[in-house]
Nanobody, 121 residues
Framework: QVQLVESGGGLVQAGGSLRISCAAS????????MGWFRQAPGKERELVAG??????YYADSVKGRFTISRDNAKNTVYLQMNSLKPEDTAVYYC????????????????WGQGTQVTVSS
């Protein structure tokens, strides 16, 4: 079992920055691929960034602006969000996959509760 807890969301003006965190508990954390998903009202949940051994993934909409990282010693995954836009407004979820990096939410076994990120114009 893996438990995930997100934190760091909030309200920020367009052009600003925010770093959100995902603290994990449970064994073999480092063996999971980790992803940050987001879901805005009326839209499907989408993978915006992911990280696994030797690879990272970014959705086209966030490339160059967002950076995913992990600290295995602290069992924590981060998403640094820069140059934020109003369209980045969503609930952001941390998730863990035992089958490697994939964009399909269905493949992620464990999920956090989500943290709200709101970007004002």
């Amino acid at each position: 079992q893996v438990q995930l807890v997100e934190s760091g969301g909030g309200l920020v003006q367009a052009g600003g920055s925010l770093r959100i965190s995902c603290a994990a508990s449970g064994r073999t954390f480092s063996s999971y691929a980790m992803g940050w998903f987001r879901q805005a009202p009326g839209k499907e949940r989408e993978l915006v960034a992911g990280i696994a051994t030797g690879s990272t993934y970014y959705a086209d909409s966030v490339k160059g602006r967002f950076t995913i990282s992990r600290d295995n010693a602290k069992n924590t995954v981060y998403l640094q969000m820069n140059s934020l836009k109003p369209e980045d407004t969503a609930v952001y979820y941390c998730a863990a996959s035992a089958v490697g990096l994939t964009t399909a939410p269905r493949q992620y076994r464990y999920w956090g509760q989500g943290t709200q990120v709101t970007v004002s114009s």
